[in-house]
C-alpha cells in the first residue's frame, strides 16, 4: 500500500502527518459506537462508570481498547511501521532505537493496576476521546517515546464557530481564531521569524505522529456536535523489555 506522509518541522520538533486507512478509521468509529450503547461493554471500556481511569482528570468519556483489537484491525502493525519511518527519518538522537511497539499497560506485574478491568481484560495504550459544548484538553505530554493523534470525527458547525463574531472583534476579514475545539502543539518561544505553537488542520481521518515531550492541547469546545479523537502511546521495545526487566 502506497502512503503519503508528510514528516516536517513546523516550529522544531518533528510531526509527521497522514491519513489513516479508511477502514481502520471506520471500524474504530464503529467500535466506539458499539461500545457506548452497550451498558455492560461501557463497564469495561468507558471512563463515565468509574471502573477505568479518566486521563488528566478530564470530565468527558474516554473509550479505551485492548491490544487483540487494535491488532485484529491492522492498526497496531499500521502505526509501527510509521514510528519506525519517523525514526529512520529524522535527526533526534533520542528517539535512536530499533524497534518501536504499540505499549500496552500491564496490570499483570502491578505496573499500574487501575488500568485493566480483571485480569483477563487489560487495555492497549490507546484510546477515544469524545468531546463535547464545554470539553478540553489542558496541556500535557505523554509518557512514551511517540504519541499520536488520529482525528475520527470533526463538527459540521467547528468552521462556522471558529470565526464567528469577527466583526465585533475588529476583524471583519476573519483572521481572529478563537481555537474552538482545535489541537495545538507548544514550543519554544515566540519571536520575530519563528512561532511557538502549530495548529494542524483538522480533517477526519488525519493521522499525526510526534515527540511525546512535545507539549499539546485541545481548546475548549463551542459546539454541541461531537469532535472525537483517537490518542495513542509508542513506546521502544527495546526500552519497554527493560522497564519489565527493571520490574
Known amino acids: 500500500m502506497k502512503l503519503s506522509v508528510k514528516l516536517h518541522q513546523p516550529f522544531g520538533p518533528y510531526i509527521l502527518e497522514?491519513?489513516?486507512?479508511?477502514?481502520?478509521?471506520?471500524a474504530i468509529n464503529k467500535k466506539t459506537e458499539d461500545i457506548c450503547s452497550d451498558p455492560k461493554?461501557?463497564?469495561k471500556f468507558c471512563s463515565s462508570t468509574g471502573n477505568i481511569p479518566n486521563l488528566l482528570l478530564r470530565d468527558f468519556e474516554v473509550?479505551?481498547?485492548t491490544e487483540e483489537f487494535l491488532e485484529q484491525i491492522g492498526f497496531r502493525d499500521f502505526v509501527e511501521k510509521l514510528g519506525n519511518y519517523f525514526l529512520e527519518n529524522t535527526d533526534d538522537n533520542n528517539l535512536r532505537y530499533d524497534d518501536v511497539k504499540l505499549s500496552i499497560i500491564d496490570g499483570g506485574k502491578d505496573r499500574d493496576p487501575s488500568f485493566k478491568h480483571s485480569d483477563k481484560l487489560r487495555y492497549s495504550d490507546a484510546w477515544v476521546n469524545r468531546y463535547y459544548a464545554g470539553d478540553f484538553t489542558p496541556i500535557h505530554d505523554h509518557g512514551s517515546?511517540?504519541?499520536g493523534l488520529v482525528f475520527l470525527e470533526i463538527p459540521r458547525s467547528l468552521e462556522q464557530e471558529q470565526y464567528k463574531n469577527n466583526d465585533s472583534a475588529g476583524d471583519p476579514y476573519g483572521e481572529v481564531s478563537r481555537n474552538n475545539g482545535r489541537v495545538q502543539f507548544v514550543?519554544?518561544?515566540?519571536?520575530?521569524f519563528c512561532s511557538d505553537?502549530?495548529?494542524?488542520?483538522?480533517e477526519v481521518g488525519r493521522l499525526l505522529l510526534f515527540p511525546s515531550w512535545l507539549g499539546?492541547?485541545?481548546y475548549p469546545m463551542r459546539t454541541t456536535e461531537?469532535?472525537?479523537?483517537l490518542s495513542f502511546n509508542l513506546i521502544s521495545s527495546k526500552e519497554y523489555y527493560e522497564r519489565e526487566e527493571m520490574n
Do not use: C, S
Open 226 to 229: 461531537e469532535r472525537r479523537t
Open 63 to 65: 473509550v479505551y481498547f
Open 145 to 147: 517515546d511517540l504519541a
Open 41 to 43: 461493554e461501557m463497564e
Open 197 to 202: 505553537n502549530y495548529t494542524p488542520e483538522q
Open 187 to 192: 514550543y519554544g518561544g515566540n519571536n520575530t
Open 18 to 26: 497522514t491519513m489513516l486507512p479508511k477502514n481502520m478509521l471506520d
Open 216 to 218: 499539546h492541547l485541545v
